[in-house]
């Protein structure tokens, strides 16, 4: 079965460089969800999107932004990098009309600031 | 606000059973969630539940709710060596549309096997 699919699968930036990260949900899913997880966290919820329409706001700082398109995939844009920013960034998609149904996570990128 | 808990390890023998356990404090949550991370690896979804239903039971998993005390906990049979993982907690609210939004996770419960 299609999974979620994020690229790239590992990124070294250099602090105040700018990264953008990919996301791909599965087919038919209508929601992509941004987290990230810094070492040894639990995830943090980022951003969310639901039909290309910014959906739900969590801890995102004001250097990242994100959107969706129209063929539902997703980039997360980060800009003004800093050492804190090193962590695991994980997508997941589901489909909003069913609920928690498939809420699923991609296989994460991690982004190395150095 | 909303607040997941988990203690932060679990030991047991193989072939046991491993119980996970976790706490919410958001009496709105709606779907609960199980995830297994494996080191340097992603969130697998193990299973779900709605806030509607107390057991939920997929082959070696078992899930058991208790709304009134906003505890849920994990079961996993005949624990085996790969099952070696964090295991995370999160909840989510119903969305107004009728869909999930953003989780919120609790810390993760390390399991760890014994041979």
């Known amino acids: 079965a299609a999974g979620v699919i994020q690229s790239p699968r590992h990124l070294i930036k250099e602090k105040r460089e700018t990264a953008t990260l990919k996301c791909y949900p599965i087919?038919?899913?209508?929601?992509v969800y941004w987290y990230q997880q810094g070492p040894g966290q639990d995830p943090q919820f980022l951003i969310s999107?639901?039909?290309?329409?910014?959906?739900d706001k969590g801890s995102i700082p004001d250097r990242f932004s994100a959107q969706q398109f129209s063929d539902y995939h997703s980039e997360l844009n980060m800009s003004s990098l800093e050492l804190g920013d090193s962590a695991l960034y994980f997508c997941?998609?589901?489909?909003?009309?069913?609920?928690?149904?498939?809420?699923?996570f991609g296989s994460g990128t991690r982004l190395t600031v150095v | 606000g909303e607040d997941v808990e988990q203690s932060l390890f679990l030991s047991v023998r193989e072939g046991d059973s491993s119980v996970i356990n976790c706490t919410y404090t958001?009496?709105?949550?709606?779907?609960l969630y199980w995830y297994k991370q494996e080191p340097g690896a992603g969130l697998q979804l193990l299973t779900y539940?709605?806030?509607?239903?107390d057991m939920k039971q997929d082959q070696r998993l078992t899930v058991l709710l208790n709304k009134k005390d906003k505890h849920l906990s994990l079961r996993i049979a005949d624990t085996q060596t790969g099952d070696s993982a964090i295991y995370f907690c999160?909840?989510?609210?119903?969305?107004?549309?009728?869909?999930?939004?953003?989780?919120?996770f609790g810390k993760g419960t390390h399991l760890i096997i014994q041979p």
């Open positions: 999160a909840e989510s609210m119903k969305y107004s549309g009728g869909g999930a939004d953003g989780l919120t």
């Open positions: 997941a998609s589901s489909k909003r009309t069913g609920g928690g149904y498939g809420y699923t």
């Open positions: 539940i709605f806030s509607n239903m």
């Open positions: 999107f639901y039909e290309k329409m910014q959906s």
């Open positions: 958001d009496s709105s949550s709606t779907y």
């Open positions: 087919p038919r899913h209508d929601t």
